[in-house]
Nanobody, 123 residues
């Protein structure tokens, strides 16, 4: 069984910084894609930043230049450094990964989500 666990959320003043971490554990053969999504109250869950299967970083326009996604493949960890935070960044942030695991006769590839971590930016 694969698990994603986030940490690093909290309350910060506008203009401040936070660093989110996510670690994947379990019988992982390969992490195909990994990234961060966020969901504000009453809104849908949207992509913030991710690594594609080719290792290319993708950012939503609203965070370009402020957020940086990075990863440690040896530790199955992904990070989101968030600088110059704004009140509109307030949301629950979720780690997401498409992960290859070993099935009975072949491998499986499934999407996994973490439990989420709250980020609140005060004005």
């Amino acid at each position: 069984q694969v698990q994603l666990v986030e940490s690093g959320g909290g309350l910060v003043q506008a203009g401040g910084s936070l660093r989110l971490s996510c670690v994947a554990s379990g019988s992982i053969l390969k992490i195909n894609t990994v990234g961060w999504y966020r969901q504000a109250p009453g809104k849908q869950r949207d992509l913030v930043a991710m690594f594609s299967s080719a290792g290319v970083t993708i950012y939503v326009d609203s965070v370009k230049g402020r957020f940086t996604i990075s990863r440690d493949n040896a530790k199955n960890k992904v990070y989101l450094q968030m600088n110059s935070l704004k009140p509109e960044d307030t949301a629950v942030y979720y780690c997401n990964a498409n992960i290859r695991t070993m099935g009975l006769a072949t491998y499986n590839e499934n999407d996994y989500w973490g439990q989420g971590t709250q980020v609140t930016v005060a004005s």
